[in-house]
């Protein structure tokens, strides 16, 4: 019974059982068959099999061993020096202790806290091929001291920190989970067989269910990662979509700390969170209402369409946009992708504290640029500058933008050389020649204590870029700007150069007022032959209500300057002026041979326009925003309300009645311009105005009347041109002789009482354009070629306009370019959405987009109905992606 002795089984009489749980069968019999192991050794790939005691179930279950502290080769050099030093100082002696502490190395600076799971992936920089190792029971492979095992209550942070310093090129370690990365797949074999023969040797463990080989796409600390970049994991996506509404302080924590994991993924996270974090507050009262229910469904949403990431690469350009608004601050880090677009690194978005909401914009503005550089800095230092977007930067922030002198500096060393005029100069001065007002040093020529600048156009750009367009520059005038590069840098000819740069300038034509005087020399109309042969009229409206009108039609006879004021409504139309025209006018006086009018869409209409062709009347119409066209028009409307202002009732509502004394009065003053009073004029007397007048004057017969209207009309002809003459002396004392301008020039618009939607016209731009000139209306008027979204008369008179010269320093304005559909339509092409808003009340209520057009100056921005904008999907998207709190069809809040 050798077998059984051997066995040593423990014999239960009364049970009738042997239990065979001696030594010897715990090492020989009892062990897991090899077998039993097969299965997790063929999952591993054929050229790790030999590491498959890293995976097995049994090596795994003991407890690991006392591993000894190891030593580094200098720290075993500094060990042995410091106790040959302590022993001759008498500090130490040997000992024979029972017990004892090991020796620690400690260095400071290369302590290891828990990394951040965003700095291990960001690593990832360039990865195409990963793998990952998931350790079993990673916490219980530390074995603690025998004896000190009740010191485990005591939290630690003792980990696997150890093996980072490893292999830190290849592979990231965050608690137990393992991901090793390569660029190729022979790199990735070697790294993955040397992260297997540590974790072998050291009696490390993994579980073979969770662990991936040589994947191009892989899902590690929550994120999904491949070489294209960063992405949601759909898991985490699911799990949002599914979260139930919060119905109290916890679930909200809960949720915001979900959520606030993927925030890097969401543009302004912190601004649409904000409701959701208010009732976080100590003192918040519970409330669950439209703005936080939005707020919970906007970041679930954006997490099912969070955007893919890129990832990070050191090497390349970064760009910094940020932004701030009232409740917190947002950035976006961005580098462009393989096909050359920019495109999302990270999104950054932080609420603002009670402080800091009363900063001013600007202030705000800058403390987003900070959290931005502190956020990224890790990325952004050691690499090239990040470029600031300068629509959402204001230029108070970035004196910075300036480009470097030293840059400049650098290109002016190396084109003097280059520069035939200063060889001479450069050969006496590098032979220690002494040449007057000449030096060399630093690698540069100064002349009189100034850079002397070569005969190079780019390099004296540059420096006009740094001293007149950059943002802390300010484009300042032609003098300032002078003396900004004269404090450092000269060349023949500075001051022309500069000057040309400036006049050029299209940012400062568009934003500066011209001190000027106005353009455009008088150029009277000419002077008519007779009474009613020539005749202007306008309308005087907005005036109250009396006896059922509520404007004035005014007629005036360019010659006598006698008028009729003709009642009628606001509402007339081309039509109803015709008929007034005949009733009052044309019964009198018979038809014109010319009119002046208003260029208002009444005596613009088609009607008026083909009753003018059929009648042979030629109409002259006053340019858009310039009524000296038709002066004495707008001079007898003054005198007319005059009248009514002083006549009239308290209530205004009499005026009609005061119309025919008004007409009277006016026909029978003396004009200034003629010598005589209309009435005179035209009828060869002054008529009674008073009871009681006598007239002087015989009526003479009919010959010697004709006769005497003959002379009088050529007398008011010859009075007429003296006063055009000392009208035009005076004028053109405050004027200037225009610039011509031809057809085919293009020319800027003064924005002078054009209203756009910008909210102050204080700070819109004072030139728009440059507009194409298409036609020349007399002598003093040019149409222009506006754009469809410029819905005002295209005639302005030249004091408005401002030739436009190309730059000759290379800085082109946008051209406008109308992109022509298959159906040979114009369509305007939508170059981005700006913003939006509601229109409207009830059913009538809309969506308008503020669209700015593409190829068009910002002038040409315009607000359009969502309709109109219906191919421009992709912007509209673009828009409430940067703007998820911007109103839209979904949401209907402002």
Not at 184 to 202: G, I, M, S, T, W
Not at 251 to 264: D, K, S
């Amino acid at each position: 019974m050798s077998w059984l002795k051997k066995h040593n089984p423990q014999i239960s009489w009364e049970k009738h059982t042997l239990v065979f749980n001696s030594l010897y069968c715990s090492n020989n019999c009892l062990s897991v068959p090899a077998v039993l192991e097969l299965k997790a050794v063929e999952e591993i790939p054929l050229p790790y099999q030999e590491f498959s005691k890293v995976f097995s179930e049994e090596e795994s279950s003991k407890l690991p061993p006392h591993r000894p502290y190891d030593i580094a080769i200098e720290e075993d050099a500094e060990l042995k020096e410091t106790i040959e030093k302590q022993l001759k100082a008498g500090l130490i002696r040997p000992s024979k202790s029972p017990m004892a502490s090991p020796i620690l190395f400690y260095d400071q600076e290369n302590v290891y806290p828990l990394p951040l799971p965003q700095n291990l992936i960001e690593k990832l920089q360039g990865a195409k091929i990963f793998s990952k190792f998931d350790l079993k029971a990673g916490y219980n492979l530390v074995r603690i001291k025998e004896g000190d095992e009740w010191k485990t209550a005591f939290k630690t942070k003792y980990g696997l920190f150890e093996y980072l310093d490893l292999l830190d090129v290849y592979v990231i370690i965050y608690l137990d989970d393992i991901l090793v990365f390569s660029l190729n797949e022979k790199d990735h074999k070697a790294h993955v067989r040397e992260v297997l023969k540590r974790l072998q040797d050291n009696d490390l463990f993994c579980n073979i269910e969770k662990c991936h080989f040589h994947v191009k796409k892989i899902d590690y600390l929550g994120f999904i990662i491949s070489e294209f970049g960063i992405e949601v994991d759909q898991s985490k996506v699911t799990d949002a979509m599914n979260w139930s509404t919060p119905k109290n302080v916890k679930n909200i924590q809960e949720f915001l700390g979900f959520v606030n994991f993927y925030r890097q993924f969401i543009p302004n996270f912190g601004n649409m969170a904000r409701p959701l974090y208010n009732l976080l507050k100590k003192d918040s009262t519970w409330k669950w209402e439209q703005a936080e229910q939005q707020s919970f469904d906007g970041l679930k949403k954006c997490l099912t369409s969070a955007p893919l990431l890129l990832q990070p690469d050191t090497t390349k350009q970064f760009y910094v946009e940020c932004d701030a608004l009232d409740y917190a601050t947002g950035a976006i880090l961005s580098q462009r992708n393989l096909e050359g677009k920019l495109a999302p690194v990270a999104y950054l978005s932080k609420s603002l504290s009670p402080a800091e909401k009363n900063y001013d914009i600007f202030d705000k503005e800058l403390l987003a640029v900070i959290r931005a550089f502190k956020e990224w800095r890790h990325l952004l230092e050691g690499s090239e500058l990040p470029v600031q977007n300068q629509v959402l930067l204001k230029p108070e922030l970035f004196i910075a933008s300036i480009t470097p002198d030293q840059e400049i500096n650098d290109l002016i060393g190396e084109a003097i050389y280059k520069d035939d005029r200063l060889k001479e100069i450069l050969l006496k001065l590098q032979n220690k020649e002494k040449v007057l007002d000449w030096e060399l040093r630093e690698g540069l020529l100064w002349y009189q204590g100034k850079i002397f600048v070569p005969k190079d156009n780019t390099i004296r750009n540059l420096i006009l870029e740094s001293r007149h367009d950059a943002l802390a520059a300010g484009h300042p005038g032609q003098a300032r700007t002078l003396e900004l590069i004269s404090r450092s840098y000269y060349w023949p000819s500075l001051k022309k150069f500069v000057n040309s740069y400036v006049s050029h300038c299209e940012t400062c034509i568009r934003s500066k007022p011209t001190n000027q005087v106005p353009v455009g020399l008088l150029k009277p109309l000419q002077i008519p032959e007779r009474p009613w042969e020539d005749i202007a009229y306008d309308m005087i409206v907005g005036l109250p209500v009396s006896e059922g009108f509520d404007a004035i039609l005014t007629v005036i006879d360019r010659f006598s300057k006698m008028v009729h004021f003709i009642p009628t409504q606001s509402t007339a139309s081309a039509i109803d002026i015709a008929n007034l025209f005949v009733t009052y006018i044309w019964k009198l006086h018979g038809l014109p041979r010319s009119t002046v009018s208003d260029r208002g869409p009444t005596f613009n209409a088609k009607f008026i326009r083909h009753l003018y062709k059929r009648l042979d009347i030629k109409p002259t119409y006053s340019t858009a925003y310039h009524p000296q066209t038709d002066g004495q028009t707008e001079q007898i409307q003054r005198e007319a309300k005059i009248f009514i202002r002083m006549f009239g009732n308290h209530r205004q509502s009499d005026w009609v009645s005061l119309l025919p004394l008004a007409e009277f009065a006016l026909n029978n003053l003396k004009q200034t311009s003629t010598g005589k009073s209309p009435f005179q004029i035209c009828y060869g007397y002054n008529p009674r105005f008073t009871v009681g007048q006598k007239s002087d004057e015989s009526v003479p017969n009919a010959d010697k009347h004709a006769e005497f209207l003959e002379k009088g009309y050529d007398e008011v002809k010859a009075t007429l041109s003296i006063s055009q003459e000392r009208m035009k002396h005076f004028y053109d004392q405050r004027h200037r002789e225009e610039e011509e301008i031809q057809v085919g020039n293009k020319v800027w618009l003064s924005h002078q009482n054009i209203s756009t939607d910008r909210p102050s016209i204080k700070l819109s731009h004072k030139k728009l354009g440059p507009y194409l000139v298409i036609e020349k209306i007399g002598s003093h008027a040019y149409k222009l070629q506006l754009p469809h979204t410029m819905r005002i008369h295209p005639v302005f008179h030249i004091n408005l306009l401002t030739k436009f010269h190309p730059d000759p320093h290379g800085r082109d304005p946008p051209q406008p370019a109308p992109i022509i559909t298959k159906e040979g339509e114009e369509e305007y092409e939508v170059e981005r959405i700006l913003d939006s808003k509601w229109k409207g009340r009830g059913k009538s209520k809309k969506l308008w987009y503020l669209v700015k057009w593409k190829g068009y100056d910002k002038g040409s921005n315009s607000w359009e109905p969502v309709d109109n904008v219906g191919n421009a999907q992709e912007a509209i998207e673009e828009f409430h992606m940067e703007h998820p709190d911007a109103v839209s069809v979904i949401n209907r809040g402002k």
